[in-house]
């Protein structure tokens, strides 16, 4: 096909060559494909297309200069939008509503769907819903939750205690205790409504990433900005996704096809306040365990700003290479500095404060 279309080996073909083959070829392959193609050669100026980029399209790859020659392109589609087509199995509207979801261009929504598989499924949001929140709280502990009142809510080698800072699990593995019901029951529900669209999209490398920079974040939050408190909870992963969606949302206002999407913004920012709202009161409230204070909520701002940052270069956009910005670098550069002062800060600052933390638990 290579010395068909071009004879002189110089990995192009000309746009008049690449449009008959479309023609020829047009009906064996998916339809929102063909319209890429067609994109592709009318975006051209050159009167050329790289073999490759080509080559790349059909194999399911987009390299960065066929990204490249779609956004300098005029990017009109040909025929209707994917939200106008019939007849779709259940499966199919599913994935069409996920792409509208989380996507702000046309043609990456058309390209998801043509795309989208389900393997592997989202299963690292699942998989951390089911395993971290209910089997071990369930099994193991033989409760959904610990209140903050429970005899076992400090003794367990799960929660994030300034005691017990030097045991680095805990920085991680307090987001399997939860300080209530309701503490649970939010963080799960919004878990699992942001969580699994975006991994469905973005795939799970990206979204384990944001989830878990945010609950780290979260932790060491904590440990520079509120010293003598315990922390519970997996807001800080939680708010990490959800605040880059939300985000990602209102700097692509105008692509945004989602329905609702004022509507649903305000549920997840009321609902999101709602529960910091608690976190703050339940701060302050009473220890049942004096002198030990009740769980921090800066855990939920250190994943606010995971979010805003990391989060949203990754969601920014669909399928480019993180390597290939420079302002992943700088936010990421960033993000490693406040480890590495948090880390420095847990090892000096609370004996230089001299500061009186509660007793271990």
Not at 112 to 123: A, Q, V
Not at 271 to 292: D, K, Q, T
């Amino acid at each position: 096909l290579l010395s068909q279309f071009d004879p002189d080996n110089t990995g192009y073909i000309s746009t008049e060559k690449f449009r008959s083959l479309l023609q020829r070829h047009g009906s064996e392959l998916d339809p929102h494909k063909l319209e890429v193609l067609l994109a592709l050669a009318d975006s051209n100026s050159e009167g050329r297309i790289c073999y490759q980029d080509f080559v790349n399209l059909m194999s399911n790859k987009r390299s960065n200069s066929f990204r490249q020659a779609i956004l300098q392109g005029n990017r009109r589609l040909c025929s209707k939008a994917l939200l106008e087509e019939t007849g779709l199995s259940l499966s199919q509207r599913l994935i069409r509503h996920v792409a509208y979801e989380t996507l702000p261009r046309e043609i990456d929504r058309k390209w998801y769907y043509d795309s989208y598989t389900c393997c592997p499924p989202p299963w690292f949001m699942i998989t951390i819903t089911i395993v971290a929140f209910f089997l071990y709280n369930g099994v193991v502990l033989d409760r959904f939750v610990l209140q903050v009142s429970h005899p076992l809510y400090l003794k367990n080698a799960l929660l994030y205690h300034p005691q017990l800072r030097a045991q680095a699990w805990r920085y991680l593995t307090y987001i399997f205790m939860h300080a209530g019901i309701e503490h649970l029951g939010l963080n799960v529900v919004l878990q699992l409504l942001v969580g699994v669209p975006l991994e469905m999209v973005h795939g799970a490398a990206r979204i384990s990433f944001v989830y878990v920079a945010g609950v780290v974040a979260g932790s060491l939050a904590v440990s520079v900005a509120d010293m003598r408190a315990p922390v519970v909870g997996s807001s800080g992963g939680v708010y990490a996704l959800v605040s880059a969606h939300l985000a990602n949302i209102v700097m692509n206002w105008s692509g945004m096809k989602c329905q609702f999407k004022l509507l649903r913004m305000a549920v997840a920012l009321i609902c999101m306040s709602f529960e910091f709202g608690r976190a703050v009161w339940l701060r302050f409230h009473p220890s049942a365990y004096p002198p030990c204070p009740h769980p921090s909520f800066m855990a939920h701002l250190g994943g606010v700003m995971v979010g805003i940052t990391l989060g949203v270069i990754i969601l920014r956009n669909y399928e480019q290479r993180l390597q290939d910005q420079t302002i992943w670098w700088i936010f990421l550069s960033i993000y490693v500095i406040f480890v590495l002062f948090a880390i420095f800060w847990n090892i000096f600052a609370y004996s230089l404060l001299d500061l009186k933390l509660p007793p271990p638990p």
